[in-house]
């Protein structure tokens, strides 16, 4: 298995493309999932699980999706992050299928798209996300190789067998990595690929303040040989893992300044709408603050 263990990663990014990934915390994924952040104590946590979860109304799960629709990257990558990636898959041909789980607005699909001829499916739980993609795969002049679709990543509606690569950044989380890894496996060729990005821990030992809020925003949260560990007992053989680059996270977080200043000034008095943007400066805090602790990092696996 090819390991590149290092915190800086060897990848540079921008804040073009959406990582269909993005935890960031625990704040959205870009995914039908489960989380939208508690430790701000609001009202989002586990959203995502589906359109009917009553612990989120619509009108919180449309300023959610507003929020992240104004921003190119729904969570840290890059198309650089995405196409080191792709590098270590050595499966496709113009006849294979890809499916894009938590495909948010599609930032690293449409790089897939343009560095592979295969048929690409992108699955959100959110339409606004959908629109989008479909728009950037217009603009793309992808046609209908290159298609988001709204599905639910636990209720996929895939045949069994039918995919070549599984793809996933930042998004896995939602449904938690070994589930994922288990369950998505019936969709996927033998000798077919699943690639995806998680939140993982770099350290053994950690701060109290940085570890109680992963221990409180996604249990799962664990080591890279641990979630190696885990990529071997769901019946894949590893392939190779890496971390993405500290700037991944900056360019996603930048750009949200003035996203956050917009948002609020379109809704000065909602109280969601606040709590969305203080939940993602507390993120950004945490992450600049415990950079050396945790962050993301790709793992490919090969299914057996």
């Known amino acids: 298995?090819?390991?590149?263990?290092?915190?800086?990663?060897?990848?540079?990014?921008?804040?073009?493309?959406?990582?269909?990934?993005?935890?960031?915390?625990?704040?959205?994924?870009?995914?039908?999932?489960?989380?939208?952040?508690?430790?701000?104590?609001?009202?989002?946590?586990?959203?995502?699980?589906?359109?009917t979860n009553k612990s989120v109304n619509d009108l919180e799960i449309s300023l959610i999706s507003e929020y992240f629709s104004t921003v190119e990257r729904q969570g840290p990558g890059s198309p650089e992050v995405t196409l080191k990636a792709l590098g270590f898959i050595n499966n496709l041909t113009p006849n294979s299928h890809i499916a894009d789980?938590?495909?948010?607005?599609?930032?690293?699909?449409?790089?897939?798209?343009?560095?592979?001829?295969?048929?690409?499916?992108?699955?959100?739980?959110?339409?606004?996300?959908?629109?989008?993609?479909?728009?950037?795969?217009?603009?793309?002049?992808?046609?209908?190789?290159?298609?988001?679709?709204?599905?639910?990543?636990?209720?996929l509606s895939f045949a069994d067998q039918e995919l070549d690569l599984i793809w996933s950044e930042g998004a896995i989380y939602n449904i938690g990595f070994?589930?994922?890894?288990?369950?998505?496996?019936?969709?996927?060729?033998?000798?077919?690929?699943?690639?995806?990005?998680?939140?993982?821990?770099?350290?053994?030992?950690?701060?109290?303040?940085?570890?109680?809020?992963?221990?409180?925003?996604?249990?799962?949260?664990?080591?890279?040989?641990?979630?190696?560990?885990?990529?071997?007992?769901?019946?894949?053989?590893?392939?190779?893992?890496?971390?993405?680059?500290?700037?991944?996270?900056?360019d996603f977080y930048t750009p949200q300044v003035k996203a956050q200043e917009l948002f609020l000034k379109k809704y000065p008095r909602n109280k969601m709408a606040r709590t969305i943007v203080d939940f993602q400066r507390y993120e950004a805090a945490l992450y600049n603050k415990y950079k050396d602790y945790f962050g993301y990092v790709f793992y490919i696996g090969k299914k057996i």
């Open 178 to 250: 070994e589930k994922g890894l288990r369950e998505w496996s019936r969709f996927l060729k033998s000798g077919g690929y699943i690639s995806v990005s998680e939140a993982t821990w770099f350290t053994t030992e950690r701060p109290a303040e940085i570890n109680n809020f992963w221990i409180d925003a996604y249990p799962q949260i664990d080591t890279i040989s641990n979630k190696v560990a885990i990529m071997e007992r769901a019946g894949y053989i590893p392939v190779a893992t890496f971390i993405i680059p500290e700037n991944c996270w900056t």
């Open 101 to 155: 789980i938590g495909c948010g607005t599609g930032g690293q699909t449409m790089v897939l798209g343009a560095n592979t001829q295969c048929r690409i499916t992108g699955v959100d739980m959110f339409e606004k996300f959908i629109t989008i993609f479909n728009q950037n795969s217009a603009k793309h002049k992808f046609g209908e190789r290159v298609k988001g679709v709204r599905g639910d990543m636990e209720k």
């Open 1 to 51: 298995m090819n390991n590149e263990n290092s915190p800086s990663g060897n990848s540079t990014g921008n804040s073009t493309g959406n990582s269909t990934g993005n935890l960031t915390g625990n704040t959205l994924g870009n995914s039908s999932g489960n989380s939208t952040g508690n430790s701000t104590g609001n009202t989002t946590g586990n959203s995502r699980r589906d359109s």
